[in-house]
């Protein structure tokens, strides 16, 4: 059995670290309210702007603009793919930044000409570890998401597909199906492909003849930059609230083991305690008997 | 639709759903001068420059400043998809015209085509709030 004092240092340290997931859960949980709220703030504008970009999608069979421009003509070994990879600035949360690098690293596979955008540390360094070359001036915080940074963010994809440094446009994160489940998802940006949206199932006799005022490129030349920084927002809300979610039950978790396990060495320290009187009275005893 | 005297009308916002319920009328900023909605308009896609927005609910005229974004107009069905809108109760004045001077400012500073679009957009948007609250 272990002494006394080991047991006594051991309770301590599980006691301090107790205290730090403890704080860790009480941080997240708070983030994960406000977080929640932007999410359902969100929410609508994401879904409505998805569905009406299909709407307009299935409706106007005969876009020719850049935006939905595929390059047919590059061959799939050499398309120019960038991915934005959406991960945590910091580590603890679980298999939250595990999940997304691992699906970064298995598109990574799939596309030998891919670059990467990154936002959040654990990422970036996890890439740089590894090896993986990555953009460096693409320097975003994964913390308090805000319209802004999706802003500069969408202006510099759609740049770079613009001037064809890029052939296609993905983002990656964590969408939160629910409070128990979360899923690393990926998203097309660019091109727009009408496939990807889901069909919407009203048939309005409206929708076959839509004019755009002035003009379709016009119209789409500010519809999808806005599209794609509504995109890009709704991701980093969503892994925002993912990620709080995640470091909150892998927290929780951790402090019911340090609870359970603070249990058990109490019971060894008092168990370790009680032979060491009952040793003594022992000896005590013995020795008077002895002396008598 | 049954009733023809009002078209059902969505703005929403990042941030928040601003109006989402019956309207009579809407004028707002397109790309090329503003635009006015009634019911039973043809159906446009059409995107909205950032200024000022004014809606009929009610019998009431309301109006409202509105961020840049895009418009998609059925006959009885209107939605807005904006960057921002305000109520002008909601506008800070102050606030707004700081914004104004300090685009002003950047406008008259050397700069890249990027920061040049930046800073218009954001005199664009101090001038959409200035005007809904006057």
């Excluded at chain 1, 990879?85 to 595990?98: C, E, F, M, P, Q």
């Excluded at chain 2, 446009?44 to 961020?67: C, D, F, H, S």
């Amino acid at each position: 059995m272990a002494s006394i004092k080991e047991i006594r240092t051991h309770i301590k340290s599980v006691e301090q670290t107790l205290k730090i997931t403890n704080a860790m859960y009480l941080i997240s949980s708070s983030n994960l309210r406000k977080a929640r709220k932007q999410l359902n703030d969100v929410e609508p504008y994401f879904q409505k702007i998805e569905t009406t970009i299909s709407d307009i999608l299935h409706h106007s069979p005969e876009i020719d603009h850049r935006f939905f421009d595929k390059r047919p003509e590059i061959p799939a070994e050499k398309r120019k793919v960038g991915y934005i990879v959406v991960t945590g600035d910091k580590g603890l949360a679980g298999a939250y930044n595990h999940n997304i690098l691992k699906l970064a690293e298995h598109k990574l596979e799939k596309t030998p000409n891919a670059s990467l955008f990154v936002v959040g540390q654990v990422g970036r360094s996890y890439f740089q570890e590894h090896g993986i070359p990555i953009d460096v001036e693409f320097l975003y915080t994964a913390q308090d998401p805000n319209i802004g940074r999706a802003r500069d963010m969408s202006e510099l994809m759609v740049e770079l597909f613009l001037k064809e440094s890029l052939d296609e446009v993905y983002i990656l994160f964590t969408k939160m199906v629910n409070s128990f489940r979360m899923e690393p998802t990926v998203h097309k940006l660019l091109p727009l492909d009408p496939d990807v949206f889901p069909v919407c199932e009203d048939h309005s006799p409206y929708h076959q003849h839509v004019t755009y005022v002035p003009s379709v490129k016009a119209v789409m030349d500010r519809l999808v930059p806005g599209y794609v920084k509504g995109d890009i927002f709704g991701a980093l809300v969503e892994s925002y609230c993912s990620e709080q979610n995640a470091r909150m039950t892998a927290m929780k978790s951790s402090s019911d083991n340090a609870r359970a396990m603070l249990q058990n060495l109490n019971l060894s320290y008092n168990r370790a305690r009680q032979a060491a009187i009952t040793q003594e009275i022992t000896e005590v005893v013995g020795g008077a008997q002895a002396s008598m | 639709m049954a009733d023809q005297s009002t078209f059902y009308l969505e703005i929403i916002t990042p941030e928040r759903q601003f109006y989402i319920g019956p309207a009579e009328a809407l004028v707002f900023p397109a790309v090329d001068g503003e635009m006015g909605v009634y019911p039973g308009h043809e159906p446009v896609v059409t995107a909205i420059e950032p200024g000022e927005l004014r809606y009929k609910a009610n019998g009431q005229w309301e109006p409202a400043a509105v961020g840049s974004g895009f418009a998609e107009i059925k006959p009885d069905y209107v939605i807005l998809l904006v960057g921002f809108a305000e109520h002008p109760e909601e506008i800070d004045r102050k606030r707004a015209e700081a914004a104004k001077a300090r685009a002003e400012e950047r406008l008259r500073q050397k700069q890249s085509i990027q920061e040049y679009y930046h800073s218009k957009a954001a005199l664009a948007r101090a001038m959409a709030r200035l005007k809904a609250k006057r």
